[in-house]
């Protein structure tokens, strides 16, 4: 019985398609997913680098504000 998948050629042999998940496929997929990788390690790292930026200039505002204005210079 001849399996649906094949099909006959017209010199009389029979041609059945490749199938399966080949190393190249798994190479692009490793490929892809570093890529994803990195592009997340950046993205953290930036929000990180915006996260101690903004908390410094909170902090810097913030002493600012509790210490008492300068004397007025005299004249």
Request: aromatic share 2%.
């Amino acid at each position: 019985m001849a399996d649906d998948r094949t099909t006959l050629q017209t010199d009389g042999t029979t041609m059945a398609p490749r199938g399966g998940f080949g190393l190249g496929n798994v190479l692009i997929g490793l490929g892809i997913l570093a890529l994803l990788a990195v592009l997340a390690f950046i993205v953290a790292s930036a929000n990180h680098d915006r996260a101690l930026r903004t908390a410094a200039v909170t902090s810097a505002a913030s002493s600012l504000a509790a210490e008492p204005p300068p004397a007025a210079p005299a004249r």
